[in-house]
């Protein structure tokens, strides 16, 4: 069962905190505190001591310093579970309070894998809705560290209301065709940061056409398949034209066409007070020729007080197959009506309805009833003409009794109770009834 925080109330302005875990995770929280746009509390959580040493955020916690010594869990889940459960305390801390927390982490390696599900039980026991953004790694990291992130996506998933999963192989396309190692990474951090963004602004911003977090999860939740994310923000005569182009040219939507597949889609657009319906209108009609009949869709417009505000575009979409509803039961088929048998003399009739019973009739003995006549049976087809048998052959019986005695003629024979006992067995047996 899906329950939802207390904010619904617009009036009242969300706690929101971002938990970065891991390297990935403290990275992203350091783009976030950078960012102006946003007002969200950070929280650094990593076994690497010297990340947290350069991190920015706002909170920092040294994850199981007993257990790693500030040296990191060395690729291990486990070593990562363990340092979670020594500093549950302080995870806790870290969470308490917050309406909205985002858990932030690059999975497949020790730390994100292994305290992932420790720290979104503590964010959700202590009543906050949570929404995991993570990613997997890339494909030449090896196989072993796709399935620890693989088991820590199912774990996580778990205790989070929504998740958003993205792959680094896939965001590695928003970089140059050539690129370095850090514009790669950077370029990571960049999408994921617009995606916290994003979100947050959707659920915060005021407009005509606002959207709440059970829309939000309506569409996070409606598929079994990989996230979409695209933002874009533009300014100029052709703004939002242009911003729609730049959301759908996200690696992660492919230009649109990976929307076909999309069983959810959340649209929002943010922008000046002079964002007018018919860029709304243009918009919303040339999505529409990527998303299919059948997907779940929510618009949600906001206005921001600048004159000079850009027009911004995002998407969010989940894929897979959408969860349909329950089916009506269906009815088992009526059961056939037994033949009607005339009544007999001075026997009311029975009722046409099954429901209407008919009145009971003083108890009297009910005389015989003719026997019913039996219906007539359908003449079977005659059998197939087959070919007359063979005529079985009789063995005769060979004649056994003995002709003569040979030289054994003139010797007496051995009679005893009538029987010659010099005849062989079998056949003086043969003859005798048994």
């Known amino acids: ?41 950070t ?29 990191g869990a060395g690729g291990d889940p486990e070593i990562g579970l363990d340092a979670a459960k020594e500093s549950l305390a ?5 969470v308490d309070g917050a309406d909205i927390v985002f858990l932030c982490g690059g999975l497949g390696g020790g730390t994100a894998s292994g305290a992932g599900s420790c720290v979104a039980e503590a964010a959700k026991k202590s009543g906050a809705l949570l929404i995991a953004i993570l990613t997997s790694p890339f494909g030449f990291e090896g196989r072993r560290r796709s399935m620890q992130a693989a088991l820590a996506l199912q774990e996580i998933s778990s205790h989070a209301d929504a998740v958003i999963h993205f792959e680094n192989d896939r965001m590695a396309e928003l970089s140059a065709p050539r690129p370095g190692v850090a514009e790669t990474f950077s370029a990571c951090d960049q999408i994921l940061a617009g995606c916290v963004e994003a979100v947050v602004r959707l659920i915060s911003a005021p407009g005509p056409m606002g959207v709440g977090l059970p829309d939000l999860l309506s569409v996070l939740q409606c598929g079994d398949g990989a996230s979409l994310f695209g933002t874009a923000c533009e300014r100029g005569d052709n703004r939002a034209h242009e911003a729609l182009e730049g959301a759908l040219a996200s690696p992660l939507l492919d230009r649109g066409r990976l929307l076909d597949d ?17 860029e709304v209108g243009a918009v919303m009609q040339q999505i529409s020729r990527h998303v299919s009949e059948s997907a779940i869709l929510h618009l949600g417009v906001s206005t921001l007080p600048e004159a000079d505000a850009p027009v911004t575009v995002a998407l969010i979409a989940k894929c897979g197959k959408a969860r349909s509803l329950p ?24 009722s046409l309805l099954a429901d209407d019973p008919a009145p009971a009739a003083p108890a009297q003995p009910t005389p015989p009833r003719p026997p019913v006549p039996a219906a007539p049976r359908t003449p079977k087809a005659p059998p197939p003409e087959t070919k007359p048998a063979a005529p079985k052959v009789k063995q005769e019986t060979l004649q056994f009794e003995p002709v003569a005695r040979g ?5 007496e024979p051995t009679i005893v109770e009538g029987e010659d006992l010099d005849v062989p067995t079998f056949l003086r047996l043969s003859g005798k009834k048994r």
């Open 1 to 41: 069962m899906i329950t939802y925080p207390r904010f619904l109330d617009r009036s009242q302005t969300p706690v929101v905190r971002l938990v970065g875990l891991g390297n990935a995770g403290v990275h992203l929280a350091d783009r976030v505190s950078m960012s102006r746009s946003l007002d969200i509390e």
């Open 43 to 71: 929280v650094a959580i990593n076994s690497d001591q010297q990340s947290l040493t350069s991190s920015v955020a706002s909170t920092k916690i040294s994850l199981g310093p007993l257990t790693t010594r500030g040296l």
């Open 90 to 94: 302080d995870i806790e801390a870290a």
């Open 262 to 278: 999309a069983a959810g889609l959340l649209v929002h657009i943010s922008g000046p007070p002079s964002l007018s319906f018919a």
């Open 327 to 350: 089916a009506a039961p269906v009815k088992p088929p009526a059961r056939p009506a037994p033949p009607a048998v005339p009544p007999a003399a001075g026997e009311p009739a029975p």
């Open 407 to 411: 030289r054994f003629e003139k010797i």
